[in-house]
C-alpha cells in the first residue's frame, strides 16, 4: 500500500516538474522568439484599492457590524433567559421547568443557525459581487493589453521577482474608477 502511495506522489511530482518547465519554456520562447510584451497585475489590490472595491467592502463591513450588534443583542437576551431559568429552577416544579428549558434550547438552536445563515448569506453576496467586479474587469484589461501590445498577463501572486515597471495594476485601476465607482444591490 506504501508503495502504491509512493509511486502516486512519484507521478504528481514528474507531472508538476513537466508542467513548470512547460511554462518555463514558453515564456522564454515568448520574451526571446517574439518579443513579447509580458505585464503582471494584482487582483486582490484592484479588488481592495479600486472605488467600486472599496464601495464593496464598506458595504460588507457594515452589514458584518449590523449583524454583531444584533447578534450580540440576541445572545445577551438569551443568556439573560436562562440565568431567569436558572434561578426558577428551585420554584418551578420539575415539568414546567423542562418545559422552559426546552423552548430556550429552541430558541438557542434557532439564533446559531439563523446567525450562521445570515454570515454564509453576506459570503455569497461578496463572491457574487465580486464576479460581477470581475466581469466588468475582464473587458478593460483585454483593451488596455490590446492597446499597449501586451502579449501576456500574469497574476501578481505567481511572480517572484519582476521589474515594477511591468505591473500594470496602478493603471488598470484607474481605468475601473473611471468605468465604474458602486455597484447596484
Request: aromatic share 12%; glycine share 0%.
Given at each position: 500500500?506504501?508503495?502504491?502511495?509512493?509511486?502516486?506522489?512519484?507521478?504528481?511530482?514528474?507531472?508538476?516538474?513537466?508542467?513548470?518547465?512547460?511554462?518555463i519554456i514558453f515564456?522564454?520562447?515568448?520574451?526571446?522568439?517574439?518579443?513579447?510584451?509580458?505585464?503582471?497585475?494584482d487582483i486582490n489590490l484592484i479588488l481592495k484599492s479600486s472605488k467600486v472595491g472599496k464601495f464593496l467592502n464598506d458595504h460588507i463591513a457594515n452589514k458584518q457590524l449590523e449583524y454583531k450588534d444584533m447578534y450580540t443583542n440576541i445572545e445577551n437576551a438569551l443568556k439573560n433567559k436562562e440565568k431567569s431559568l436558572i434561578a426558577q429552577q428551585n420554584i418551578l416544579n420539575k415539568e414546567d421547568f423542562e418545559n422552559k428549558l426546552k423552548i430556550l434550547t429552541k430558541e438557542v438552536q434557532k439564533y446559531r443557525s439563523d446567525k450562521q445563515s445570515s454570515y454564509d448569506d453576506l459570503k455569497q453576496f461578496k463572491i457574487d459581487n465580486t464576479k460581477k467586479i470581475l466581469k466588468i474587469l475582464n473587458p478593460i484589461i483585454t483593451k488596455f493589453v490590446d492597446l499597449n501590445s501586451i502579449s501576456i498577463v500574469i497574476p501578481k501572486k505567481n511572480i517572484i521577482v519582476g521589474k515594477k515597471n511591468l505591473d500594470i495594476t496602478?493603471?488598470?485601476?484607474?481605468?475601473?474608477?473611471?468605468?465604474?465607482?458602486?455597484?447596484?444591490?
Open positions: 500500500m506504501r508503495l502504491n502511495l509512493l509511486d502516486s506522489e512519484l507521478e504528481l511530482l514528474f507531472k508538476m516538474k513537466i508542467k513548470s518547465t512547460f511554462i515564456l522564454t520562447f515568448l520574451t526571446f522568439s517574439v518579443k513579447a510584451e509580458i505585464a503582471y497585475i496602478d493603471q488598470i485601476i484607474a481605468l475601473l474608477d473611471d468605468s465604474v465607482e458602486k455597484l447596484k444591490f
